[in-house]
């Protein structure tokens, strides 16, 4: 895999670059719109992350370009330009996805995979955190090695968990993912579906815990904080 | 302070006035002659009466200070004065030859005559004193316009009133009108700048309007507000360029981290450049919010709360503290407002309780009509700091981290919502801050059924 990142400044250009090396690959970093020109003529990448505003123009016109040619790389812009009429025109001007600076570097690595996956539409077989393992499509879970079956609708709200780990999801995101358009739900049903897998994955051992956040959501995190 | 319709009555009251005297005094001098002789007439016989003393059958012209300046002032004056058979004369050398004889038997009043060369006039006045009848014959007096005046004035007093006062109303109502038009204008220039926005002042008071008196006024207040507009723009782009500027840094800073050795230093660092990150946002967003870079349009309250709380969910979990919403009614509570400024100051409010809010155990949103209240039951603010608080690098606590920037920022931001920032606090029992909006609206059945969505 060859990532291009476009950015100016040159310490953040090294940190971003870094941060995909972990993706193993090769990644080049140029500083400018005739430098990201020449590079891209040269080569063929899979993904370019690119800054928006370089010392000889906005990149956006490189993102226009790149999104049109036959064999696009997926693109992300990272930008200091923020403002919803600025991701608006991003994303309509060719990028997969956008994100503001000051970034998480989890949450750019998250991204990077998402848009990388998106075009082959699979999603991985194996969501895991901590001992807890499912196996997407199957709705077998292993809790510290101890193989269960879990009902539709407790692998489902696992699957979107393990999706958002660490982060919350919210009540009607949750209800969203997980029940049909014509399905009845209950007021109580969705609590009480999770609270039956919060006790099937602490009967086997799990070490991760579902924590209620009333009026909000939900979260799935490692049971001994770090 | 003098009032201009105190100072214009005055003032038009004194020349209105001056301008009566003077005309009463041109009229007086300029009185007709014959009327004036007449006048003059009555005065000398008034002086001669009350002069002459008759005892017995002696009749006699007392000298009174009065008769002695008639004297002084007419070289030429002469005056016959008698009763029945008796008689006083006076200047005898200067009368000319009369048309009556005496003594004087005619009808009691007073005339003036011309003497039989037809040369000059002299006056005849008979008064009846108990069975005598007084005739007095005067000719060539003198008599000072002071005199003349004070019986004129005296005889006419009531007509002078009259007119005086017809006068004096006339000015009244002039300057009372005169005074309501200046004031007018003067309110009418008022309402126009108590209508201008004080956060963008501009849009100014039309000079068509107000009286030419006032445009030099209206003209140096439209350049005053002018400046302030300008410089009110000067310092929010300044705001928002420097909230824009900070973000390499940041993110420079953010990279850094990753290479902090301990984990507990690290999730720390992490989670204050996350906080300086919000603050940045929400200046940004405050500068856009002043711009009008962005438009105001119908959001949901309830969508946008829980997502920021979600956002704090980790957070709230790392430092073991409770964060949950409650809320009166399901469904969307829709106001008129800018989605990422909204964000920006929940997530202040809410980052703030999470920092601030010592020994907190619970930090409760709770939406209703009004608006969201993040509530916690911290040790509260000490009596009276809620007020100081909104304050620019204000914070409750001299030991408390941040720059007591967040909350100046919220009260703005919700300022240009039209709404407002209110802190309420107990001591030991915890501290509530609300954001409340002008008018936030129940949720609506139909938005919630719109299946036509994305």
């Given at each position: ?20 090396g ?11 719109i ?38 696009r ?15 608006v ?45 499912l ?28 999706m ?10 949750l ?12 007021s ?39 | ?6 100072t ?9 006035t ?50 002695e ?71 060539e ?11 004129f ?20 109502i ?137 956002d ?19 469904g ?23 920092i ?76 509530t ?16 059924l ?5």
């Open positions: 895999m060859r990532s291009l990142v476009i950015e100016d400044e040159p310490q953040i250009g090294a940190y971003v670059s870094r941060l995909l972990q993706l193993h690959g090769i990644v080049d970093l140029v500083g400018s005739a430098d990201a020109r020449q590079a891209l003529d040269n080569f063929k990448y899979d993904l370019a992350i690119v800054d928006r505003m370089l010392p000889d123009g906005d990149a956006l016109q490189v993102v226009t370009t790149l999104s049109q040619s036959s064999e790389p997926a693109i992300i812009m990272l930008t200091s330009k923020d403002a919803t009429e600025d991701v025109d991003g994303l309509n001007g060719g990028a997969d996805d956008y994100l503001g600076k000051p970034f998480e570097p989890q949450e750019l690595l998250a991204r990077v995979r998402a848009v990388l996956r998106r075009p082959r539409l699979l999603a991985p077989s194996v969501l895991s955190l901590g001992n807890v393992e196996h997407l499509g199957s709705n077998e879970a292993v809790v510290a090695d101890t193989k269960i079956l879990l009902r539709r609708r407790e692998a489902l709200i696992l699957g979107a968990l393990l958002r780990r660490d982060r919350v999801i919210t009540r009607s995101a209800i969203e993912e997980i029940y049909g358009f014509d399905d009845e739900i209950e109580n049903t969705l609590e009480a579906q999770v609270s039956r897998l919060r006790k099937k994955l602490a009967e086997l051992g799990g070490d991760v815990e579902i924590r209620s956040m009333r009026g909000i959501g939900y979260i799935l995190r490692l049971a001994t904080p770090r | 302070m003098k009032s201009i319709a105190r214009f009555a005055l003032s038009l009251g004194i020349a209105a001056t301008i009566f005297l003077i005309m009463m005094g041109i009229f007086i001098w300029r009185y007709p002659t014959e009327e004036r002789e007449f006048r003059s007439c009555q005065v000398v016989a008034a002086v001669l009466d009350r002069a002459t003393v008759i005892e017995g059958q002696k009749l006699t012209v007392r000298s009174t200070p009065a008769l300046e008639l004297k002084a002032d007419s070289p030429n004056l002469w005056y016959v004065v008698s009763a029945g058979d008796l008689l006083s004369e006076y200047g005898s050398e200067h009368r000319p030859a009369l048309p009556f004889v005496f003594p004087y038997h005619g009808p009691v009043g007073s005339s003036v005559f011309s003497t039989l060369d037809q040369n000059s006039t002299f006056c005849l006045s008979a008064v009846q004193r108990g069975s005598l009848r007084l005739a007095m014959m005067v000719g007096p003198q008599v000072r316009f002071g005199r003349i005046a004070r019986t004035l005296l005889r006419r007093v009531s007509s002078i009133i009259l007119v005086a006062l017809a006068f004096a109303a006339t000015v009244a002039g300057s009372a009108l005169a005074a309501r038009f200046v004031s007018r204008g003067i309110e009418r220039v008022a309402r126009r700048a108590l209508a201008i926005d004080p956060s963008a002042p501009q849009g100014l008071i039309s000079l068509s309007e107000v009286p030419s008196e006032l445009k030099p006024l209206v003209e140096a207040l439209n350049r005053a507000f002018g400046e302030i507009d300008a410089y009110i723009r000067m310092q929010r782009r300044f705001l928002g360029n420097a909230a824009h500027q900070l973000r390499t840094p940041l993110t420079l800073l953010r990279a850094k981290i990753e290479d902090v050795p301990d984990p507990a230093l690290r999730a720390e660092l992490v989670r204050d450049v996350r906080r300086l990150t919000s603050l940045v946002s929400a200046m940004l967003d405050l500068a856009r919010l002043q711009n009008h870079a962005v438009e105001k349009r119908p959001i949901d309250l309830a969508q946008i709360t829980i997502e920021v709380l979600a704090f969910g980790p957070s709230a979990l790392d430092a073991g503290i409770e964060l949950a919403l409650e809320q009166d009614g399901k969307p509570l829709m106001v008129q407002g800018v989605d990422a400024a909204i964000r920006s100051a929940l997530a202040n409010l809410v980052g703030n309780a999470l601030h809010a010592h020994g907190a155990r619970r930090i409760v949103a709770t939406l209703s009509r009004d608006g969201i209240s993040i509530n916690d039951d911290g040790a509260g603010l000490p009596d009276g700091a809620e007020h100081g608080l909104t304050e620019p690098f204000q914070t409750g606590n001299a030991a408390c981290k941040g720059a007591g920037l967040g909350l100046s920022i919220v009260r703005e931001i919700m300022a240009a919502h039209g709404g407002e920032l209110v802190i309420s606090s107990v001591p030991g029992r915890g501290t801050m609300s954001l409340r909006f002008p008018a936030a609206t129940a949720p609506v059945k139909a938005a919630q719109d299946l036509q969505g994305p």
